[in-house]
């Protein structure tokens, strides 16, 4: 797993918070404004933090990760806890660059706040990833799920 894998693996996971698959297509969702910040670090090397802002429309409906990442073969979610409004988990990768992750979002008035903390390692190449994630609703949208199929 390359890093611009991992970081489609953190997006989908954050994401899931607010953007569960549906069982229908064309649900009624949410446009979100989201600003994310990714800082990485290696031994002996820093590397400068990024941030982007896009708009994403979500589902309104409840989100679990795990439906996120059926098609990354070597990730598991545990030790997940959720209620009306956070999710908290841990996310394990094995293969050729192993992670561990933890993450936790909340939801608030109109939007949502997340960060997933990360470790990994490539070939003894340690690396840390720390990611946040800031949200507001901007208006409406009709969601239609991702394929997360087998």
Known sequence: MNKTSILAVFGACAWAFAATPALARGEAGNL????????MQMPGMSM????????????????????MLKQQKDC???H????ADSLDYHMSCA???RMDADAHFRMHDGGMHGTIHSVSDASGQAMT??????????????????DVSP
């Open 32 to 39: 979100m404004k989201v600003t994310s910040t990714t800082k």
């Open 48 to 67: 400068p933090a990024r941030t982007q802002t896009r708009q994403v429309c979500v589902s309104a409906s409840r989100p679990d990760p795990r439906q």
């Open 76 to 78: 598991t979610i545990s």
């Open 80 to 83: 997940l806890a959720q209620t």
């Open 95 to 97: 293969g050729e660059m």
């Open 129 to 146: 990833m720390d990611m946040s994630f800031d949200g507001v609703r901007i208006g409406g949208c009709e969601y239609t799920s991702p």
